[in-house]
């Protein structure tokens, strides 16, 4: 294992998303998220490199409409903006998800923002909810579906889920040298080799 | 002191100067040190918590090769800087930043470092960027030496002579660093904002506190090879000649895209300073006490610029005209009757504005900020902050064709299909995943450039939500279009944070990046701006500011505009 610090993985995931061809914003909104599951001690490097793998074998949808059980909706990569999405429109939205601990981030990361209240649903139960800027879910909860609701919450008190706290120490993520080194390598080819005429930018 | 409970008679409703006019390169990169400035903060926050200062290992031989460690605290903290020194050839000595050997390499420690600590800092500081560093680093950093400086003074040094004074204020430091590493980078701590209890919560405080401790290590490192060189003919560098030294730094475009990925933090930095301007612009009467401050800052800055000496013609002429313009000022009869009359500083700048170069009105900016600390303590707080990383909703099509259009009319005015408008790209290079600047029509890698070029990016966003009903939502606009997210996300943050997008065509042909460092770097507090290029520039930093042991004397704080007499 490595540590690795919170800047490092925002940068580098940003860099191997785009690596793929995403958008800037969209390859930033994943960065985002990726760093909020570190520093929350989620899993997280796998599940990136599988989202840029599922992505470029167009095995994952970034519509918010057409997404089915073979092709699930990418939370990794639009999760922050289907909760701007269901805020601002105040929808609600059901769909097949991969990877739904994005969608957790992504409702921690606008509540903390935008004070929204989002709730998370599978088919039977509540997962995760937002209230007051906090993140409130049930963390051991076993998820046996990709199909998911999220809409905007309007109860004013709180539901019985454990409150995820925001990590006070020095956050310093562990993270699997092999996986890590892959991501590296992602992010290394939206490097470009420097020319003659630009090398003075670095004081020669 | 609350700035309510001021004496000074100032407005807070005075106006801002407008982001148009605030927001340009030329104004940018005519910046100055101000009494905001991080090196300065850092220096007020070293006396206002009583902070020591001591070497608590030194394992530094004859030769100057080794290892210290200097311990720095206050009543609630312990940080070290970790040095150590190196011995390398001549021809390895390199401000480039492909080089892989350097005279000293540094640390600045959370605490004071084990002995296991230090056994692994050992193996890689001295490889810097390629070593995995530890999580209780707060910075990286290496330096080398002004080899003719560090001589000079240590030969004399060392047969008991105090050393040339006007080779000290023409080179102005005895080392330079080649890079001062933060926040994260190569494992190193990220910077925590929200620790509110932490000294270093400020902007750059880390990295201001690493150099200003590598100062004090150079001139105790020249101090200490004299002694051994010269015995008991030795003598110590003079008080007078050790203030006037500073740390040099080589700075190239590593450090202008922050200007553009910071989009809150650059609004705090500009918006705090404007505010400081027009605090003191408000102000309706000066004692004689502040009258003779601001005579006497106008002449201390003329002196300044009279040992502020570059070969870039460019800035040649420009240190030129600020001179002339001082003194002129500084002679100018009315100037005594304007200060002495209502809203004395006001009137001075709309009495001079018409007449001066840029330069010169934002040194007059240094100046009139200068006396009145009193008024900056709450802006001081307000210059770090969290970057948004949503999208702020409610925004509906025709608000955001709105934006652009209020906001980046400066972009759409520029014909992107002109060839002089792309004639730049921005990159991450390969060699030192450092930013880098290619021309289009000669270098390779276009396809990947990083995402500066704002007015296309601008234009582009403007003609697809044209296509789109006025009544749908930003959130949406952007699902059907990925690809205007990032723009969106700017524009909406301007709308919010005026000061927070530079109101130039970062990829066109006229762009000076060194506007962009000088800028950031005037935020640092740094001095004597001596540019190679137009991408890259020499510094000082901490010239003039008191040492550890001085810290404490009367007028500590007061370090504008360095001048060491009879140099």
């Not at chain 2, 105090?162 to 080392?175: A, R």
Request: proline letters at 4%.
């Amino acid at each position: 294992m490595l540590n690795v610090s919170l800047n490092e993985i925002y940068s580098e995931t940003y860099k191997a998303y785009r690596s793929i061809g995403i958008e800037w914003g969209i390859a930033k909104d994943g960065a985002n998220l990726s760093r909020w599951l570190a520093e929350h001690n989620f899993y997280f490097l796998g599940s990136i490199l599988k989202n840029a793998d599922l992505y470029k074998t167009g095995k994952i949808s970034l519509s918010l409409k057409k997404n089915t059980f073979k092709k699930p909706f990418s939370a990794a990569l639009m999760g922050l903006l289907l909760v701007e999405y269901i805020s601002s429109d105040n929808v609600k939205w059901q769909g097949y998800v991969y990877d739904y601990k994005f969608l957790i981030a992504s409702m921690a990361i606008i509540a903390k923002e935008q004070n929204i209240n989002l709730i998370l649903k599978d088919n039977k139960t509540t997962i995760a909810y937002t209230l007051e800027k906090n993140i409130f879910l049930q963390k051991d909860k076993i998820i046996n579906t990709n199909y998911f609701y999220l809409e905007p919450f309007h109860l004013k008190e709180k539901l019985s889920l454990n409150h995820l706290e925001t990590l006070k120490a020095l956050p310093v993520p562990k993270v699997n040298k092999n996986c890590w080194e892959r991501l590296k390598l992602m992010a290394f080819e939206t490097y470009v080799p420097e020319s003659e005429t630009s090398k003075t930018g670095a004081g020669y | 002191m609350n700035i309510y409970q001021s004496k000074i008679n100032f407005n807070d409703d005075f106006p801002l100067r407008h982001p148009a006019d605030v927001m340009k390169l030329d104004r940018l990169g005519s910046f100055h040190q101000t009494r905001l400035s991080f090196s300065r903060q850092l220096i007020d926050e070293l006396i206002s918590n009583n902070w020591k200062t001591e070497i608590i290992k030194w394992n530094i031989n004859s030769i100057g090769t080794g290892n210290a460690v200097i311990k720095i605290s206050s009543k609630q903290r312990i940080y070290s800087l970790v040095v150590f020194c190196h011995q390398i050839n001549d021809d390895e000595r390199s401000d480039r930043v492909i080089a892989e050997k350097w005279d000293m390499t540094f640390s600045l420690f959370l605490g004071i470092p084990s002995k296991e600590e230090l056994d692994e800092m050992s193996k890689n500081l001295k490889i810097q960027e390629l070593g995995r560093h530890l999580p209780k680093q707060l910075t990286l950093s290496r330096a080398n030496k002004s080899v003719r400086v560090f001589n000079s003074v240590l030969n004399n040094l060392s047969e008991g002579k105090q050393p040339d004074k006007k080779m000290i204020n023409n080179i102005g430091y005895l080392v330079r660093t080649t890079a001062v590493y933060g926040n994260g980078k190569f494992g190193i701590a990220d910077y925590l904002p929200e620790t509110n209890d932490n000294p270093l919560n400020k902007p750059f405080q880390a990295e201001m506190l690493t150099v200003y401790l590598i100062r004090y290590f150079s001139i105790e490192l020249v101090n200490y090879l004299a002694k051994e060189k010269g015995k008991d003919k030795s003598i110590t560098l003079s008080n007078e000649i050790s203030k006037h030294v500073g740390v040099g730094n080589a700075t190239g475009l590593g450090m202008a895209p922050f200007l553009i990925n910071h989009q809150k933090l650059i609004h705090k930095w500009i918006q705090a300073r404007e505010t400081a301007i027009s605090r003191v612009l408000s102000i309706k009467k000066l004692s004689t006490y502040n009258q003779t401050k601001i005579f006497n800052l106008i002449e201390r800055a003329y002196l300044y610029t009279t040992q502020w000496n570059v070969d870039d013609v460019i800035q040649s002429k420009r240190i030129n005209v600020l001179r002339k313009e001082l003194k002129d000022i500084s002679n100018n009869e009315s100037l005594n009757d304007i200060l002495n009359n209502d809203y004395p500083l006001q009137n001075v700048y709309l009495h001079f504005v018409n007449k001066i170069s840029i330069e010169t009105q934002e040194i007059l900016n240094s100046i009139f900020i200068e006396p009145f600390p009193e008024l900056l303590d709450d802006l001081t707080n307000e210059m770090g902050t969290d970057e948004q990383n949503t999208v702020a909703i409610g925004y509906k099509v025709n608000e955001l064709i709105k934006i652009i259009k209020d906001k980046y009319s400066w972009a759409l005015k520029i014909d992107i299909k002109k060839p002089d408008e792309n004639f730049y790209f921005w990159y991450t290079s390969q060699a030192k995943l450092e930013p880098r600047l290619g021309a289009t029509q000669i270098d390779h890698g276009k396809e990947k450039e990083l995402p500066f070029d704002i007015p296309k990016q601008v234009q582009n966003a403007l003609k697809i939500l044209t296509k789109l009903p006025d009544d749908m939502t930003g959130a949406e606009a952007m699902i059907l279009h990925p690809e205007i997210r990032n723009i969106i996300k700017r524009a909406i943050i301007n709308e919010n944070f005026p000061f927070s997008e530079i109101q130039n065509n970062l990829v066109g042909k006229k762009v000076r990046p060194i506007d962009l460092l000088r800028c950031k770097l005037s935020f640092f507090g740094a001095t004597k701006y001596d540019p190679k290029s137009n991408l890259w520039t020499r510094i000082t930093l901490f010239q003039g500011a008191p040492l550890p042991h001085q810290l404490q004397e009367e007028n500590a704080t007061e370090w504008l505009f360095p001048y060491l007499v009879n140099a």
